[in-house]
């Protein structure tokens, strides 16, 4: 009898396994990843997926919608926000590109400002260290730090 309980219990972990809403959004999210420009009819994908219920469909796009990963073209309807696999488009690409050149741009400038201030701070020490100048305190060196 023990056995026979065991097994019983192994089968329906296996189909609530089957079953449960994580499984099912990551069928959804390959699902709606490899639809055509990422947009995807809700009543496909309950068919394609075999839900019995759609509310655990919209209870996904609801969540999904909610961290901004898809937007909703219309009632049934949504679309794909995040990255779709193995392709970026144009835009996306030029945007990144973009996005690249600035950051070089600002790490150069970043540089550049770090050489200015250890000139400065340079020049300010030699100041303070010079009998000429020093008999004539005019800089207090905490005031650039």
């Known amino acids: 009898m023990m056995e026979s ?15 449960s809403l994580g499984l099912l959004t990551i069928k959804f999210v390959s699902l709606l990843q ?16 075999a839900v019995k219920q759609k509310r655990r469909i919209y209870d996904i796009t609801n969540v999904l919608e909610g961290v901004g990963l898809i937007e909703k073209k219309n009632k049934n309807i949504i679309q794909w926000r995040g990255e779709n696999i193995g392709s970026q488009t144009e835009e996306g690409l030029e945007q990144v590109k973009v996005l690249k ?41 905490t005031c650039l730090i």
């Open 5 to 19: 309980e065991t097994t019983e219990t192994a089968r329906s972990t296996q189909s609530r396994h089957e079953k």
């Open 34 to 49: 490899e639809a055509k420009d990422g947009v995807l009819d809700l009543k496909v994908a309950a068919d394609s997926l």
């Open 101 to 141: 050149a600035q950051i070089a741009e600002l790490e150069a400038q970043e540089k550049e400002l770090d050489n200015q201030k250890a000139w400065l701070e340079e020049n300010i020490k030699h100041l303070n260290h010079d009998p000429i100048t020093s008999a004539y305190p005019f800089y207090d060196s």
